[in-house]
C-alpha cells in the first residue's frame, strides 16, 4: 500500500472520469463537490440514480476522432442547471479528452503529454506539478487526489504478472510496467493515424505513450466435457479460497444495487430482459471474436433489437475492436460494478441505445439474462428447417430444446459427431443434428399426455425465468495457459453429480475444474488458469501464433504444455524432461479430450517410464489405444490397424497387476473381457470360423453398411422376455451416465450374471457368423497386411437399453463409438421408437429378436422417441480388428510390467475384482468437482 501523503507526480494525467463521479460523496445532491459528466453515460449520473438527462452538456468528447463508427451525440443544449454549472464541472469540460490508450475520457492536463500516472513514494504530499486547474480540484477535493494515490499502489503488471513498484497505470483498470509498456506493437499498429489527441511530436515520451497495452482477452466460455477422465478436483483448501474471493464479488454486487437474491427484479429494471440477452451475446462474442458478426446477426429480432447499422459490416472499425477494448477496461467486477449506477432504475428504450451506453462507457456491466433470447438458441431456431415441422411446432421444439438441453449438452452432441470421421453424405449432419433434435422434442411436446401438464407449466415458467451472467472479462486477469486448469462452465450446481446433466439447468456460471487441481502453491495466479485461445487443439506452432495474435507480438506462453510440445521428440525416450507426473498427466488428458489419441499415447508412455504400476495411466493409455481403433475408417482400412487388440492387451496386462486391483476402469475392461472372451477371440484361430454358415436372412442397405434380418428372429421371444425381465429386477438398476456424450438408460450386458453363457453362445453361434459374413471378413484379406492376420469382429460394449415416454424417451443423433454395432429389439408393445438413420432418411426396426446391424462409427442414427409404453433393445458397440497367431505382442510392451503370476495374488484378484464390481462404479466415475456461484 502507498502510504498517506505520497507525492503524486502528474506530467499530464489521465483520469477516468467515471472513478472522479463515482467520488461524489454528496448524499443530499448538492452542487458544492459534485461532477456532472456530460453526454457521457447516455442517461444520468450518481446520486441514486436522479437523472439529469436534461442538464447534459459540454463538449463532444470524441471530437470527430477516436473511432469513426462510434461518434458520441453530441449535446449543444449547454443551458443546464445549476448543478451543471460548479466551476468544478466547468474546469474538468475543458479537460476532457479522450485517453488514446484506454479510449475512455479522461482528465487532460495543458501539458498534453501521454503519459499516466507516476508515483514517487518520498512521503511529500500531494502535487500536481503541470496543472494548476488540477492542483484546484485536488485542493478542494483531497478523496480525489487521494483515491488515485490509492489507484497507484503497486499492482502486479497487467501482462507479465510481475508485481512491480511504480507500475503505471494505462486506464481504470489495467496495470501495466515499463517493460512491457514498450512493447505493445500490436496495440501501436491499431493506434496509429488516430491522431486526433493532442500530440506533440517533438517529445519522445509522447512517441512511447502512442503504444497501446497488448490486448488481454478474457477466458473464452467453452464448455468442458470430461470424456474418460470426469473432470478434476480441487483441494478443499482452494476451493474455499475460491469462493471467498467469488462471493467478495457478489457481496459488492449485492451492496452496489442494494438488493439481495430476494429481489431479483430490480437488475432486469437495470437493463431491459432484451438488452441483457443480447449482452450475453456481447459476452460470448467477446469470448470468441470470430462469433460476433454471426452471433449479432443471428440474434437480431426486429429492428429494436438489432446492433446500429454502422457495427456490423463496418469494416476495420468494426464491432469486434470496440468489445476488446471494452474489454480492456476493467479487470474485476468491483471495478466495473460501481458504474453501473447510473442506469440504475432506468431501462433502455432499444437496443441500439443499450449498446450505445454499453460502447461508450465500455462498462461491463452484471445482468440479467433472458435465455429465451439466448444466441445460441436464437442459432437453433435459423439453422432448424425442418419441414416435418410447422411453424407452431418449431416454435415449441424450440421452446422444449431451451428447458431440456443445455448448451454444453449441445455442445458436446455436435462436438462428438463433428469429431468424428463422417461419411461425405453426411456433411450437412450439423443442421440435421439440430432440426433433428427439435424435431424429437416437438414430438415429445405432442405426445404430452394432461398428466404432464405440469411438467410443461414448469418448463414455460423455466422459460420466463432470466438469469444472472458474469462477464466473463470479470476474470480476464487470470494467466492463459494452453492446459488451463479452468473453465467457465454454466450449470446448476446444486445438480453436480446428477446422472443426467443434460438436465441442468442454466442457472449459473461456475468455475469447473479441469482437471484435479492440488494446493501445493501459495500463486494462486498459477494455479487456476484459463484458457484465452478459441481452440486449443492446435498445435504448439498454431497456438503460439494464435496467442501472438491475441496478446501482442512479444507474448511466448510457456506453459508445460508449451513447454512439452517443444521437446515432442524427447518424449518416450530415455531422456531427462523435468516435467513431474501431473503435469505430463493433465496434458495427455487434454490430448484425449482433443481426441489427439497418439500424442496422448506418447505422454503416457513418458508417464510409464517412471510408474509403470500406475493404474490411471494404464488405463488411460489403453484408452488411447481404443481411441485410435475407433478414429481408424472401417471404409479404408476394414479393421482398426491393430489398437482394439492393443487396447485389450493392455488392461489384461494391467489387471495383472497388484496395484492396479483397485482401479475401477480397469476392473471393469476386464470384467468385460471375460464375459466378451475377448482376449480368447483375439488368440483364436480363425480356421473353423470361417466355415460357419449362417442361415438368418437379411437386407442389405446404404452399399453393404447397414443390414437388417428379415423375419427370422436371431433370439426368440422366450429369450427376449426373458433379458427384459432380468434386467428390470436386476438389483443396481438402470445407469444413466455411462457414455459419456449421449448416454442411454441401460445395463451394461458384462453385470447381468445370469445371461452371460446364453450370450456367449449367442455369440458364437449365430451374431459373430452373422456379422462375419454382413460385413465381409471371411473371404476378403485384401485388407489385411500379411497372410500371418485374419480380420475379425470383437465386442467391446453391450447393454440392454430402455426407453419409456416418461423417462428417457430418445437417443440424439450421433455416432457410436465402434466399427459395427448392432440393435436387437426385445419388445414391441409399445409406440414410437426405432432407430433413425439419417442416410436412409427413415426410421427402421427389426422384427422382435431380429437384428440390425451397421457401421456404428460412420453412419448418424438416432434413437426415435417412444410416444407410450417401454421400449427394450440390445444394442452393442463391436470393432473389427487384426488377429494373429495368438502370439503377437504390442509394440509398446516394453513398457507395461509383467503380469504377477503368484496364484495366491491371483485368487485376491479375484476377490478384490468382485468387491470393485459390485460397488457403485457409477459414482466412483462422477468425481468431477464443481465449485463456484449460484447467480
Ligand atoms: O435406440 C436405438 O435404436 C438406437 C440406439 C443407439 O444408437 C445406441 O445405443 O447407440
Ligand atoms: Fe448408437
Redesign the pocket.
Known amino acids: 500500500m502507498m502510504k498517506p501523503g505520497s507525492k503524486l507526480v502528474t506530467k499530464g494525467l489521465c483520469i477516468p472520469l467515471d472513478s472522479i463521479g463515482h467520488d461524489c460523496t454528496d448524499p443530499g445532491g448538492s452542487t458544492s463537490n459534485c461532477f456532472l459528466l456530460p453526454s457521457w453515460t447516455g442517461r444520468g449520473i450518481f446520486n441514486g440514480g436522479l437523472n439529469l438527462d436534461e442538464q447534459r452538456h459540454g463538449r463532444d468528447i470524441g471530437g470527430g476522432g477516436g473511432r469513426a463508427t462510434r461518434k458520441r451525440r453530441r449535446r449543444d443544449d449547454d443551458g443546464g442547471g445549476p448543478r451543471a454549472r460548479t466551476i468544478l464541472e466547468q474546469l474538468i469540460y475543458d479537460e476532457i479528452r479522450q485517453c488514446d490508450v484506454c479510449a475512455r475520457a479522461v482528465l487532460w492536463t495543458p501539458s498534453q503529454e501521454r503519459r499516466h500516472f507516476q508515483v514517487q513514494d518520498d512521503g511529500q504530499s500531494p502535487e500536481d506539478h503541470a496543472s494548476p486547474q488540477l492542483t484546484s480540484i485536488a485542493e478542494r477535493l483531497p478523496g480525489f487526489i487521494e483515491r488515485h494515490i490509492h489507484c497507484l499502489t503497486p499492482m502486479p503488471c497487467s501482462f507479465c504478472t510481475t508485481e512491480k513498484a511504480g507500475a503505471e497505470r494505462w486506464c481504470g483498470s489495467l496495470y501495466c510496467c515499463a517493460d512491457c509498456q514498450i512493447r505493445g506493437e500490436e496495440g501501436a499498429r491499431r493506434n496509429a493515424g488516430r491522431g486526433e489527441l493532442p500530440t506533440n511530436a517533438n517529445e519522445t515520451s509522447v512517441a512511447s505513450s502512442n503504444v497501446s497495452p497488448p490486448k488481454l482477452l478474457p477466458p473464452k466460455l467453452f464448455f468442458c466435457q470430461s470424456r474418460f477422465l470426469g473432470g478434476g478436483k480441487v483441494d478443499p483448501d482452494l476451493a474455499t479460497e475460491i469462493i471467498v474471493s467469488i462471493s467478495a464479488i457478489e457481496g459488492r454486487f449485492k451492496s452496489i444495487f442494494g438488493y439481495g437474491d430476494e429481489d431479483v427484479n430490480t437488475a432486469t429494471q437495470i437493463i431491459g430482459a432484451e438488452e441483457c440477452a443480447l449482452l450475453i451475446t456481447t459476452i460470448i462474442a467477446c469470448t470468441n471474436p470470430d462469433w460476433i458478426r454471426e452471433l449479432f446477426v443471428f440474434s437480431s429480432k426486429g429492428d429494436e433489437c438489432i446492433a446500429p447499422p454502422g457495427y456490423i459490416n463496418s469494416g476495420e472499425e468494426s464491432l469486434v475492436e470496440d468489445l476488446w477494448a471494452m474489454s480492456r477496461s476493467h479487470s474485476s467486477v468491483s471495478d466495473m460494478l460501481p458504474k453501473c449506477n447510473c442506469v440504475l432504475g432506468t431501462a433502455f428504450p432499444s437496443y441500439a441505445e443499450f449498446l450505445r451506453f454499453y460502447l461508450d462507457t465500455k462498462r461491463h456491466c452484471v445482468l440479467r439474462v433472458n435465455l429465451t433470447t439466448h444466441p445460441m438458441l436464437s442459432y437453433v431456431t435459423k439453422t432448424m428447417l425442418t419441414p416435418r415441422l410447422s411453424e407452431d411446432e418449431r416454435g415449441l421444439a424450440l421452446e422444449l430444446l431451451m428447458s431440456t438441453c443445455s448448451i454444453s449438452d449441445f455442445d458436446r452432441v455436435t462436438k462428438y459427431n463433428n469429431g468424428s470421421a463422417v461419411h461425405n453424405e453426411d456433411v450437412e449432419q450439423s443442421s440435421i443434428l439440430r432440426w433433428r433434435k427439435a424435431a424429437y422434442l416437438a414430438h415429445r411436446f405432442s405426445s404430452q399426455s394432461d398428466s404432464d401438464d405440469s411438467q410443461l407449466k414448469q418448463i414455460r415458467s423455466h422459460l420466463q425465468k432470466s438469469y444472472f451472467a458474469y462477464s466473463p472479462c470479470a476474470f480476464r486477469r487470470k494467466l492463459h495457459s494452453c492446459v488451463p486448469t479452468l473453465a467457465l462452465s454454466v450449470g446448476d450446481l446444486s445438480r453436480k453429480g446428477e446422472d443426467d446433466s443434460r438436465q441442468a439447468p442454466l442457472e449459473s456460471l461456475n468455475w469447473l475444474a479441469l482437471h484435479d487441481i492440488p494446493c501445493t502453491d501459495t500463486n494462486f495466479d498459477h494455479i487456476f488458469t484459463i484458457s484465452k485461445l478459441g481452440s486449443l487443439e492446435g498445435d504448439l506452432k498454431t497456438r503460439q501464433a494464435e496467442l501472438k495474435r491475441l496478446m501482442g507480438q512479444e507474448f511466448v506462453c510457456s506453459c508445460t504444455r508449451c513447454q512439452v510440445e517443444a521437446r515432442k521428440n524427447d518424449l518416450g525416450r530415455n531422456v531427462e524432461l523435468h516435467f513431474n507426473e501431473v503435469q505430463l498427466r493433465n496434458i495427455a488428458d487434454l490430448a484425449m479430450q482433443h481426441g489427439r489419441f497418439e500424442d496422448a499415447s506418447a505422454l503416457y508412455d513418458t508417464i510409464l517410464r517412471t510408474h509403470p504400476r500406475n493404474g490411471d495411466v494404464l488405463h488411460a493409455r489403453a484408452a488411447s489405444y481404443l481411441g485410435r481403433a475407433s478414429a481408424s475408417s472401417f471404409a479404408k482400412h476394414g479393421h482398426c490397424q491393430g489398437y482394439f487388440v492393443k487396447a485389450q492387451r493392455l488392461w489384461e496386462q494391467a489387471g495383472s497387476i497388484k496395484e492396479c486391483l483397485i482401479h475401477p476402469g480397469i476392473a471393469t475392461q476386464v470384467k468385460k473381457q471375460s464375459v466378451y472372451r475377448t482376449l480368447q477371440y483375439c488368440k483364436a484361430s480363425l480356421s473353423d470360423e470361417t466355415s460357419i454358415k449362417n442361415n438368418i436372412a437379411f437386407t442389405t442397405y446404404l452399399d453393404g453398411r447397414c443390414f437388417i434380418t428379415n423375419n427370422e428372429p436371431v433370439i426368440s421371444l422366450e429369450e427376449c422376455n426373458n433379458i427384459i425381465s432380468k434386467a428390470e429386477t436386476h438389483a443396481d438398476g438402470w445407469t444413466t451416465s455411462r ?1 459419456y456424450a ?1 448416454p ?1 438408460t ?1 445395463i451394461p450386458l458384462h453385470e447381468l450374471t445370469e445371461i452371460h453363457s446364453w450370450f456367449h453362445q449367442l455369440w458364437n453361434e449365430k451374431l459373430r457368423p452373422l456379422l462375419r459374413l454382413q460385413f465381409q471378413l471371411t473371404g476378403n484379406e485384401s485388407f489385411t497386411t500379411s497372410n500371418e492376420f485374419q480380420r475379425d469382429i470383437f465386442i467391446h460394449d453391450c ?1 440392454i ?1 430402455r ?1 419409456d415416454a416418461k423417462r428417457q424417451k ?2 440424439p443423433p ?1 455416432l ?1 463409438e465402434s466399427t459395427i ?1 448392432f ?1 436387437i429389439p426385445l419388445n414391441s408393445d409399445f409406440k414410437g ?4 438413420v439419417h442416410s436412409l432418411g427413415r426410421t427402421v ?1 427389426p422384427t422382435t429378436g431380429g437384428m ?1 446391424s451397421f457401421c ?1 462409427g460412420d453412419l448418424i ?4 422417441p417412444v410416444v407410450s409404453g417401454v ?1 427394450y ?1 440390445i ?1 452393442a ?1 463391436c470393432f473389427v480388428d487384426l488377429v494373429d497367431s495368438g502370439t503377437a505382442k504390442c509394440v509398446d510392451d516394453q513398457i507395461i510390467p509383467s503380469c504377477e503370476t503368484d496364484p495366491t495374488f491371483q485368487s485376491q484378484k479375484q476377490t478384490k475384482l468382485k468387491e470393485i464390481l459390485s460397488c457403485d462404479v457409477k459414482a466412483a466415475v462422477n468425481q468431477a468437482f464443481f465449485f463456484g456461484f449460484d447467480l
Open positions: 457414455h449421449v442411454t441401460d447393454f437399453v426407453y430418445y437417443l450421433h457410436d454395432s440393435i421408437g426405432g432407430t433413425f426396426a440390425m456404428g442414427h438416432s434413437g426415435d421400449r433393445i444394442a458397440f
